[in-house]
């Protein structure tokens, strides 16, 4: 019996469908052909002569009475919809406008071949299997060799081969660089890295994720900007983020309006930086090891939001810039440092010095030495937020100053996030400062 309903849907209807299809792109040839005798040149007025085109309607009315499709479409009157799950945002289309532009695109096929793409995206993409790829470029870091993030992401070079493999026009890439940096083009030519994803859309997902089961707990874990903000703290510098770049297979463009309207144009926001780390060797190893680290402490971990507050704060101290923000740069870190040594009541400059210096100190003057200069790091924090008093708080104010104190917190914020990070849990701090 599911033989016959299956022969029944893939030659009966879809028979209907691509006859439907064949009268709609007729129909609108005939269209041209009148619009090309009128003077009138409102285009609104033109689209919706179009939309109520006997052809379209009746195309509308077969594509909703589909047996594999009526499940899965609002039918009811003018609010008809068509509904999309892209990589960053769920849409909703007009299905009449819909079906319009996916005949409009086939004009110089036939009612055949749209049929055949329209069932490959209601079929997989209903499963969501629909692949696309989402290409972030940065500089900051080399790599000497691609490192895989999860089954779906992977950080490698963005050299001319990785575009040619991806359709990355090279002209589009010149150009792009050029306008942004002509002085650090030549540079951002060899010198950029790609982060890839793998993305899964379709339609007919309101409200559901783009990737499940194993897949979706990746995605949650790895953002874009958790694997970038553990390469920026890694490797205690920023990243500067150039473009990003959508990439669809030929036959999703003819058929999904939001891609036509923009999702697949190049963006970008910074400038090139000239700092550049090699990723390769032992470094690559470390931060191999770093990832594994933190798909164990996602896993094991309930914490894990208080832990990616922490990493963003650090991360974040490193893409401000200018002498100006150097005081937000050591709030930065001081608001991590209070995340991850769990300060949230009294005696927090205490709690701070003791806690950090048990957990890193290797005897007693190095603890003592670590008490110490968290001290001096927290009350520079004080004077930045709550200002200064008097000619001692002045002093510590000045930028030579201000530079030390940033360049101490960056380095413990960083080494307490990864040893927390490395032990699989936040600790119970009350406890172990008594244990220790």
Known sequence: MNEGKKRFDHHAWDARLEQAIDQAIKGLRQQDTIRSDTESTNTNELTQNILELPAIINLQKVFTQHPTLNSNIDSEGASASFNYLLPHVAIEYSLRFFLLYMIDNYREFDGHKATEDLNRLLTDGNNQCLNAVEIQVFSGARFMSPICITPFTYLTRFDADFRAHYNISEELWCRHIEQTDPKHAPNMQKDCSALIRKIRWGPFV???????????????????????????????????????????????????????????????????????????????????????????????????????????????????????????????????????????????????????????????????????????????????????????????????????????????????????????????????????
Request: aromatic residues 12%; hydrophobic residues 40%; charged residues 30%.
């Open 206 to 436: 309101r409200g559901a994720s783009i990737l499940e089961g194993s897949s979706k707990r990746y995605l949650d874990y790895f953002g874009n900007s958790v694997t970038l903000d553990l390469l920026s703290v890694f490797n205690q510098s920023a990243l500067v983020n150039h473009a990003t770049f959508f990439r669809f297979e030929d036959w999703m463009h003819r058929l999904a309006p939001s891609i036509r309207r923009g999702i697949d144009q190049l963006t970008y926001d910074t400038k090139f930086d000239m700092s550049m780390v090699p990723m390769e060797g032992e470094t690559l190893r470390q931060f191999e090891e770093c990832i594994s680290d933190w798909k164990k402490f996602c896993v094991s971990d309930l914490d894990r939001s208080r832990l990616e507050i922490a990493l963003r704060r650090i991360a974040g101290s490193f893409s401000r810039s200018g002498q100006s923000t150097i005081e937000d740069q050591i709030v930065d870190n001081a608001i991590a440092m209070e995340i991850l040594f769990d300060l949230r009541s009294s005696e927090l400059k205490y709690k701070l010095r003791t806690r950090y210096a048990r957990f890193f100190g290797v005897n007693g003057s190095d603890r003592m030495k670590r008490f110490e200069d968290m001290g001096k790091f927290y009350d520079t924090r004080s004077i930045v937020v709550h200002g200064p008093r008097g000619k001692k708080d002045a002093a510590l104010m000045k930028m030579e100053h201000l530079r030390n104190q940033l360049a101490f917190g960056r380095g413990a914020a960083g080494e307490t996030f990864f040893k927390i990070l490395q032990s699989g849990r936040l600790p119970n701090w009350d406890e172990f400062v008594i244990r220790c």
